[in-house]
């Protein structure tokens, strides 16, 4: 059953030869104490017009108006231009119709039909109040649907968060690995030499007690004297000493790079910092170089142009990881090896940052789509093109703009410009 079939309250119609008299008559019954109006239907049963109690007032308050007009059939007073509506149509549809024709002030329901007969009236105000509670549910699936993409989307930039995550412990584990191998590898020899030592020293402190020993003889001193020869028997000590110290300097330095990069990572992240705080974006160049060399290393070339700048608040972390982004593209972009120009600038109202490389170039065509999300060139696993999107949102976020232009063989040129003045409000991409 349709929906507005539910509306038709079954009240009598009119003909159209009754008196306007028998109309009022009706109207002051109680069962139609509520209508507004009734149809009036010819013999075949279809509506040929409406009555409204409106316009009976009108006629009685005539002066002499019943008696004029008393008698005369309801035919010659009734609206001819019907609000009628066939029961099987969509209620939304009934609603629109209905509200596009209807009277101001309300004085008059509608005719429900089937098969273009009378049916029964509905009222008007029924059918909005029904409209209004399907719209409020509409809103409440749309509201649902929303919060629903919001936190899906959500979501994403997490995953994409995850992602780049660990590409950057991955990047960074292996620059560990190479000073931690050669560390470990120090501290192998230095044990190995330490054994060596301490055998030597053990037959020194034999030869000492030999020699204060009362009952020692000649024999036993000189076979001390000989086990210490065979351990020192091939051995430089002025070289083994130079050889410790440098395998000391060399410890050092793979343990000073090991403490570079943990620093650089907790300046990557920001982990103990406030969201926004004030930062040079030379800073956040150094920064992100220093996650992204593992990618860049042995192809891309990386020259870097840094004027001075002032300190701008942005939320550090955020910027990092869009130069992050830029970095790895531009090393993803270039097949074998390339440069990368890193320039930095400023004017009175923003700081610049300009990140080219030397590599493919994106076409014409796909230049408008490298923002969309989910959008990219590479295999299944190495992107999901989400990078510039999110990168985008947080430009976005910070009152700032990101640019690019490209030529296909020669390279491409990304810039983001970020307002100098602190931004009016600055919420984090989830
Ligand atoms: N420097 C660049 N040179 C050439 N093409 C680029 C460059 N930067 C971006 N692109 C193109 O834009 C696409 C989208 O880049 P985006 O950073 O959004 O995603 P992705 O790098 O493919 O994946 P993800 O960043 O998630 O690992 C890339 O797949 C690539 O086709
Ligand atoms: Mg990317």
């Keep these: 059953m349709s929906a507005l079939r539910a509306f038709a309250v079954p009240l009598p119609a009119f003909h159209p030869d009754d008196t306007i008299n028998a109309v009022a008559e009706r109207f002051l019954q109680?069962?139609?104490?509520?209508?507004?109006?009734?149809?009036?239907?010819?013999?075949?049963?279809?509506?040929?017009?409406?009555?409204?109690?409106?316009?009976?007032?009108?006629?009685?308050?005539?002066?002499?108006g019943r008696d004029l007009f008393g008698a005369r059939p309801v035919r010659d007073f009734m609206r001819t231009e019907i609000l009628a509506v066939d029961a099987d149509r969509p209620l939304a549809e009934a609603a629109a119709f209905i509200t596009a024709h209807m009277q101001f002030p309300l004085s008059e329901d509608f005719i429900l039909t089937e098969n273009g007969r009378y049916l029964g009236m509905g009222a008007v105000l029924h059918l909005l109040g029904a409209?209004?509670?399907?719209?409020?549910?509409?809103?409440?699936?749309?509201?649902?649907?929303?919060?629903?993409?919001?936190?899906?989307?959500?979501?994403?930039?997490?995953?994409?968060?995850?992602?780049?995550?660990?590409?950057?412990?991955?990047?960074?584990?292996?620059?560990?690995?190479?000073?931690?191998?050669?560390v470990n590898n120090n501290i192998e020899m230095v044990r190995e030499f330490v054994a060596q030592m301490q055998l030597i020293l053990q037959g020194?402190?034999?030869?000492?007690?030999?020699?204060?020993?009362?009952?020692?003889?000649?024999?036993?001193?000189?076979?001390?004297?000989?086990?210490?020869?065979?351990?020192?028997?091939?051995?430089d000590f002025s070289q083994w000493f130079a050889d410790l110290d440098q395998l000391f300097?060399?410890?050092?330095?793979?343990?000073?790079?090991?403490?570079?990069?943990?620093?650089?990572?907790?300046?990557?992240?920001?982990?103990d910092q406030a969201p926004t705080d004030n930062v040079s974006l030379n800073e956040c160049v150094e920064s992100a170089l220093l996650i992204a060399r593992n990618t860049l290393k042995y192809k891309v070339e990386v020259l870097k142009r840094l004027e001075d700048l002032p300190k701008i608040r942005c939320a550090a972390s955020q910027i990092n990881q869009v130069l992050l982004n830029l970095f790895t593209n531009a090393a993803q972009a270039i097949r074998d090896t390339g440069y990368l120009l890193i320039k930095t600038w400023t004017d009175d109202r923003w700081v610049y940052v300009s990140v080219q490389d030397t590599g493919c170039g994106i076409p014409r065509e796909s230049l408008r789509r490298i923002f969309d999300p989910f959008y990219t060139t590479k295999p299944v696993g190495e992107g999901t093109g989400l990078g510039l999107s999110i990168s985008f949102k947080i430009i976005q976020q910070h009152g700032g703009a990101i640019r690019v232009a490209s030529e296909v063989g020669k390279g491409t040129r990304f810039v983001v410009s970020l307002p100098r003045t602190e931004p009016v409000s600055l919420s984090a991409v989830a």
């Design 131 to 182: 409209m209004e509670q399907q719209m409020s549910r509409n809103v409440a699936d749309l509201n649902r649907a929303y919060s629903q993409l919001a936190s899906s989307q959500a979501q994403l930039v997490q995953s994409e968060k995850m992602a780049a995550l660990g590409q950057m412990v991955a990047g960074v584990a292996h620059e560990i690995n190479t000073p931690l191998g050669y």
């Design 249 to 271: 300097n060399d410890t050092f330095y793979g343990v000073e790079q090991i403490s570079e990069l943990v620093t650089g990572l907790k300046d990557f992240s920001r982990l």
């Design 30 to 64: 109680p069962d139609l104490a509520k209508a507004l109006s009734l149809a009036v239907v010819d013999a075949e049963g279809v509506p040929v017009g409406m009555i409204s109690r409106h316009q009976l007032n009108d006629i009685f308050m005539k002066k002499f």
């Design 204 to 235: 020194h402190e034999l030869l000492a007690s030999t020699l204060l020993s009362p009952t020692a003889t000649d024999v036993d001193i000189a076979e001390c004297l000989a086990s210490i020869d065979d351990m020192k028997a091939g051995l």
